[in-house]
């Protein structure tokens, strides 16, 4: 019974752990992360239904060890349920930033890096709050101060950085599994200032539970904040 209720634990820090250190695939990492969710309810029900309602009152503390993981997953999957299954966004659905430095990456090397016109329909309904910034500011200033918070970021990688074309380019890694998401920063001239658009797109997964999206908003309430 205590193997029963450390099963879905250590489950779920394998994942987190040999995903964390590079020995196995982000999204294999996630999946184990996520079998310990079931896991944990499956063994907690065993064990309240086989010793705690036959009045093994002592094996109370395992069915609450094994209940952990489930609580722990639910609790973080629960935010990111409401989005569609999608796993590239952008704030221009017209004209999408282009990938380039991405399409050298060997996990790119047979990916579509156009943006799926399937997405377009969700985007709209899931990402209409997500603004593109205007500045009435030349486009070359604006896109020093893209390029300089670009730096700032946590867990961001600047793979191409180019003025002619007012772009910039890279790889954001999550945290927790490793996770690497391509993303591009464009500016362009709008008027008599200029406009800022930003894609984020996933490696792993066809749904990001809103991971893209929370990037693309995070970095531009910074670039406006400032």
Do not use: H
């Not at 349920?81 to 090397?109: H, S």
């Amino acid at each position: 019974m205590r193997f029963l209720a450390a099963a879905p634990l250590l489950c779920m820090f394998v994942g987190i752990g040999l995903s964390s250190l590079g020995f196995i695939p982000p999204i294999v990492g996630f999946a184990l992360y996520a079998l310990s969710g079931p896991l944990a309810l499956a063994a907690s029900i065993s064990i309240y239904f086989t010793r705690v309602r036959k009045g093994r009152l002592n094996f109370r503390i395992l069915v609450i060890i094994a209940s952990v993981p489930f609580l722990i997953v639910l609790l973080s999957m629960v935010p990111g349920l409401g989005y569609p299954t999608m796993n590239d966004v952008t704030t221009d659905l017209e004209n999408p930033p282009e990938f380039v430095k991405a399409l050298e990456a060997p996990a790119n090397a047979d990916r579509d890096m156009s943006y799926p016109e399937e997405f377009v329909p969700l985007a709209q309904e899931t990402y209409a709050a997500i603004k593109a910034p205007y500045f009435e500011e030349a486009p070359e200033r604006v896109f020093k101060r893209v390029q300089d918070l670009a730096k700032l970021q946590s867990g961001w990688t600047i793979t191409n950085d180019d003025p002619a074309t007012l772009t910039v380019e890279g790889e954001a890694q999550s945290y927790f599994f490793r996770f690497i998401d391509d993303f591009v920063i464009r500016v362009s001239e709008s008027g008599d200032g200029a406009r800022v658009d930003m894609r984020s797109k996933s490696r792993d997964g066809k749904g990001d539970l809103g991971a893209n999206g929370k990037r693309i908003q995070a970095f531009f309430d910074q670039l406006t904040a400032e």
